[in-house]
């Protein structure tokens, strides 16, 4: 079979120079067959299932992006007939084992205070989430303790949890804000989010989520609470520049579909691109209103019913599906992934990292579970859990897979094969991540 060879045009003529080359990949992914063919949107359908992989691969980097991949032999001719001798260039040996396109997470609330194994115990013991939450627990729980919480020490909690997730090969992040509930803890969380990327040096994009319930003291007002998010709370985020989206729980018991549009619409005319907790708990119309609205994405979904399914479908909102979540919630169900992609929903994998109801900070994890109980192939999980992740961010041209040109994030495994990452639950694959073409 013949595989193909992609070098950047600038490196042609000469206009950049090369500094790292990653040899002897036993097999390279690059997942640039899809984006690399003028298509213009997330992988849909039968192109989820393909990884164009590569056997006894190359991929040459310089100035952090990727300027050719191909197989090793025909790689090194092809360039060394364009003029580019890459001997006296950095090079790693990846002896055999497989290179990939680094994780994208596209939904985490990674920064909060306590974890919450109390309530992991009471539900193993019988209890449900939404039971706990009405008796004091489940959001509410984290936000009393974030309330109390310095932003020095969020920061501090946070940089250890995104190390763990970059050994994990997460090199782009998504974090929401949504245990603050008000203006000053909101943005506490926030500027936490951002202190915590620059120590980290993560990619990160930053969500406000005050849409995430109503807090205590508007119970019985909530109208209140929504104008408060609206008028005060996502107009200082977007004007601080500490979030470019928004987001809102939108479920019978939270937000419904009428606070929903509204708080979406108000995010949207102050510039911030949109995303949706949707149709988890029960099917509720979420997913349709993301879609209509032009949302990045609609997330959870595992009630989505057909007309959902059809919204997303025949729309750019790519379904970021969160299966981590039904698995260490106990839960039966997850959504209904292969009738999604059958439909022609983009898909898109995400941890939903929070200390309520998904613990699980390991993108290779998330795919184990998607594959074995949601059926998902090991190559659908890879491409939901990278370049489709970055399409739910609007990432697409900068990360997500190794086309020529996107930054180099990749990941070297200590497995000669990337069915090894789900199959090998529990174990993390990842021997070396980069991000920008440097190793963290
Ligand atoms: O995505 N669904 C709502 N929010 C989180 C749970 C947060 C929590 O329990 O603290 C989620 O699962
Ligand atoms: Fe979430």
Redesign the pocket.
Known sequence: MEHPVRIDERLREGKVGVDLVVAGIGQLVTLDHADGAGRTGPLRGADLDRTGAVPDGMLVCGGGLVLAWGPGAQLTAALLSAGIDLAGVETLDARGMAVIPAFVDP?T?LV?GRT?QDEYERRIRGET?LEI?AAGG??M??VNDLRRRSEDELVTLGTERVREMMAHGTVTVEVKS??GLNLEDELKMLRAAGRIAELTGIRMVRTCLAA?EIPAEYRDRRGRYVELVRREILPAAAAAGLATRADV?C?PS?FDLDETRDILTTARNLGLALTV?AD?LEPFGGAALAAALGALSA??LIKIDEQGISALAGSGTVAVL?PG?VFSLGLETFAPARRMITAGCAIALAS?F?????PIMSMPLIMAIACTRMHLTPAESLASATLNAAWALGLQEVTGSLAVGKSADFLVLDVPDFRLVPYHAGHNPVAAAFLRGRQI
């Open positions: 939904h609330h909060f919450r989430y939450a489940g959001i729980a984290s949504g245990y995430h729980f479920e939270v907790h988890e997330d959870h969160l979540t939903d929070n200390p309520g109801s998904c």
